[in-house]
């Protein structure tokens, strides 16, 4: 061993060896910033608390910036800004590059849809004089934790005459809400013997709607009978048009700050609409880039991305193929040169339970976006597995930009594991890797974030648009 001074040692560490720096830490005034731009993502997240809200606000927000309704067809040249929404519950946002789209266009998709609890088909039923409604649960989410927390009420139905009604009840002051009871502890000693999964089962994600009778001694329903007649002289509803319905159960109440310091904010639905929020942003600000962005929020990933407004369907791809008509260009000529972001949440180190995390592997709050090389289960299965030349690349914007990021697997080898819209995006022959922020308590109905982490993301994607 040569002997080094100490003084040499602390270079060499300096020069050789690397970690990934806090914010907070580093950068303390940055958090009036991030407390200034975490307002209006508040909003959002208190404007779209379904698929279908997320997007429409979403699209008075695009229409707001300036955004024209992209039609096949028609002309664009350089700074054009386009959009079109796909069924209510998807939207693609475009602006046109300095550059030939041939030369590629910057992709980046996060998704509006969120873990919930939908209304089964034929949803109501009263027992021993309450009156409920059936639940399916949309997504992964941890039964236990949706008992006992005010729920509203978001959705469409069609009634037998075609008309839409909108429903949206239980998140305005002096709103109804709703509820799934739970036990008390004193009569909670044999549910308490089951394992935490079951804790309430899926067919115990019953939800109270009601208490009082219709007044008629000659009805055998009355609790669902009354609870009918006041949704009827509401909005016209009747007992079969939940069968056509799209009715979806969330936690009630708004984005809030958390902590004394107000770092953090609480909300439900920050999976994956945090990332929704600062791609729309960095879009809009992108005045006149060299590539074309490419700004998608998709549907249905929390369902494994089925169905035509998820990322398994061809409509972004349709999409691209009206804008390389356009352009008078091959669709795989603009795909092979792009470039996507999976935009979508990381798990964040939890403290409080440190086991299914590998911590030199892990994201950590306050350290930025996390740039997920590999998501997947059981030995990366399922995973797009970012190569060595798109992480280059994608660091190397960041970097340009100074940009905080972190890198992040999604816990321990072998503890778990999941998937994003990632390979949807390789399948077309796109260079792609997941960026995100790490959030706490994911897919609980109150999801946690750093302000910090949602300002730098929005700088990682403004530096990607450039
Ligand atoms: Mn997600
Ligand atoms: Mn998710």
Not at 290 to 319: A, C, P, Q, W
Not at 375 to 386: P, Q, W
């Amino acid at each position: 061993m040569p002997k080094t001074k100490v003084s040499d040692a602390k270079k060499l560490e300096k020069e050789l060896m690397f970690s990934f720096k806090n914010i907070a830490k580093e950068e303390p005034l940055k958090l009036k910033e991030a407390d200034k731009f975490c307002e209006g993502y508040k909003e959002y997240l208190d404007r779209g608390k379904t698929e279908r809200e997320c997007a429409k606000y979403t699209e008075k927000l695009l229409l707001a910036a300036g955004y024209r309704p992209f039609e096949p067809g028609m002309q664009l040249t350089s700074g054009d800004k386009v959009y079109t929404v796909n069924r209510e519950k998807a939207i693609i946002a475009a602006t046109i590059g300095k550059k030939p789209v041939t030369e590629g266009v910057r992709f980046n998709i996060a998704h509006i849809d969120s873990p919930r609890l939908d209304l089964k088909p034929n949803p109501m039923y009263e027992k021993d004089e309450i009156a409920y409604l059936k639940t399916h649960y949309y997504g992964g989410i941890r039964k236990y934790q949706w008992a006992t927390i005010p729920l509203s009420m978001h959705g469409v139905v069609f009634l037998k005459n075609g008309k839409k009604i909108e429903l949206d009840i239980g998140e305005k002051e002096g709103d109804t809400r709703f509820v799934i009871t739970d036990l008390l502890p004193h009569l909670s000693a044999k549910q308490n013997e089951r394992p935490l999964k079951d804790g309430i089962k899926g067919e115990e994600l019953n939800i109270v709607i009601g208490s009082v009778p219709y007044p008629d001694e000659d009805v055998k329903n009355a609790f669902k009978l009354m609870a009918l007649k006041l949704l009827n002289d509401e909005y016209g509803i009747t007992e079969a048009d939940f069968l056509r319905a799209e009715i979806e159960m969330v936690p009630s109440g708004k984005a809030t700050d958390i902590g004394f310091d107000r770092s953090m904010i609480g909300a439900y639905g920050q999976d994956d609409r945090v990332c929704a929020y600062t791609a729309v942003m960095a879009e809009i600000k992108t005045k006149s880039p060299e590539h074309t962005t490419v700004t998608v929020l998709t549907d249905k990933e929390e369902i494994g991305s089925k169905g035509n407004t998820g990322m398994s369907s061809r409509y972004l791809h349709h999409f691209m193929e009206d804008i390389s008509d356009i352009f008078g260009v091959k669709v795989r000529d603009i795909y092979r040169n792009s470039i996507c972001l999976s935009s979508d949440v990381n798990a964040a180190y939890d403290p409080t339970f440190p086991d299914v995390y590998e911590p030199a592997n892990a994201s950590y709050i306050n350290h930025g976006p996390v740039i997920t090389k590999y998501t997947g289960s059981r030995g990366k299965s399922g995973s797009n597995d970012a190569s060595a030349e798109t992480m280059a690349k994608v660091t190397g914007i960041m970097d340009g930009q100074k940009v905080y990021w972190q890198i992040g697997e999604l816990g321990k080898v072998d503890e778990g594991g999941g998937g994003t819209i990632a390979h949807f995006m390789s399948d077309w022959d796109v260079d792609t890797v997941d960026v995100g922020v790490p959030v706490l308590a994911m897919h609980a109905p109150f999801e946690i974030t750093s302000k910090l982490d949602v300002l730098y993301t929005y700088k990682a994607f403004k530096a990607f648009y450039k």
